[in-house]
């Protein structure tokens, strides 16, 4: 029998497998789920290029990707996905789903280019939907809808300030909704504000821009992803026990929020208001 030294290759086979490091970190059934799992991302943007990045490199599945915007010359200071010369022609949806399988080449992204009130239903047969948008009508929108499947999904749904960012993870009505905080009167001029936004487009260009640099939504990205990783590992745990997966139990029902100005981090939970604006967070939860 041949006595062959195995070459270096041989020996180290595990460095040709892209999940090695990650299979390593969270186990082989769980990178399995993660592997099957489907993710709704609303929002292509900042946010959006650096969670798919994330969730990409994690093996997910599949990602259906919502957003309406073609990339602008002004998002190329802090977007993974979008080259120079993309602005004004490509939809941002479409760089993103272009680029990503060169990084994550099993996952498969679905690309659609309208607000996600005009999105199939389709978009919304998914484990878990996370949530990159930069306004609050969009998020009005989509906190109704999906408190109108049976059952609601899960959400992730992030935001940034100039020098913090700040993360919810809910699960309505077994949580608060996305609007359980917002006022009666916040909730009037949120719609009121869309209505005057699309009755003169002037408005539009004159509103003022964040300021807004790569690392801020670097780290929001990475809170969202890591949210998104343990409620997808533990999602079929929580569903038939109403337990999470031991040592990945996310912030259920919580915010998470970090200042970069002082470095620091806070979490806490988000109270379910009985009061909420939207009809169907207070109607499911009466039937909990
Ligand atoms: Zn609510």
Redesign the pocket.
């Known amino acids: 029998m041949s006595k062959k030294k195995p070459t270096s290759i041989e020996l180290r086979f595990f460095e040709r497998d892209q999940h090695d490091r990650t299979r390593r970190w969270l186990g082989a059934t769980n990178l399995d789920t993660i592997r099957q799992s489907t993710v709704l991302m609303v929002g292509a943007g900042a946010v959006g290029n650096e969670v798919c990045k994330n969730l990409g490199l994690l093996g997910v599945g599949k990602i259906i990707l919502v957003d309406p915007d073609k990339v602008a010359a002004s998002n190329l200071n802090r977007c993974v996905f979008f080259r120079p010369g993309d602005h004004d022609i490509k939809f941002k949806v479409e760089a993103v789903a272009e680029r990503l399988p060169e990084l994550a080449t099993t996952t498969v992204v679905e690309p659609h280019a309208v607000p996600i009130q005009h999105a199939p239903d389709t978009v919304w047969d998914v484990d878990l939907v996370i949530v990159g948008v930069d306004n609050h009508y969009a998020r009005y929108l989509l906190?109704a809808k999906n408190?109108s499947l049976d059952p609601p999904r899960l959400i992730i749904n992030g935001a940034m300030g100039k020098d913090h960012i700040s993360v919810e993870v809910l699960g309505?009505?077994h949580t608060?909704?996305?609007?359980?905080?917002?006022s009666k009167d916040f909730v009037d001029h949120v719609v009121a504000n869309e209505v005057r936004t699309q009755c003169d487009p002037f408005f539009v260009d004159t509103v003022p821009r964040f300021p807004m640099v790569s690392f801020v939504t670097s780290i929001v990205g990475a809170v969202m992803a890591w949210e998104a990783t343990r409620v997808l590992v533990g999602l079929q745990q929580w569903q038939n026990t109403g337990q999470w997966q031991q040592g990945l139990e996310p912030a259920f029902g919580r915010f998470i929020q970090y200042n970069l100005s002082n470095h620091q981090a806070s979490t806490g939970p988000i109270m379910?208001?009985p009061r909420?604006?939207?009809t169907?967070?207070?109607d499911k939860?009466k039937h909990l």
């Open positions: 906190n408190l309505p009505p608060a909704c996305m609007i359980c905080s917002w379910p208001n909420c604006s939207e169907f967070c207070r939860r």
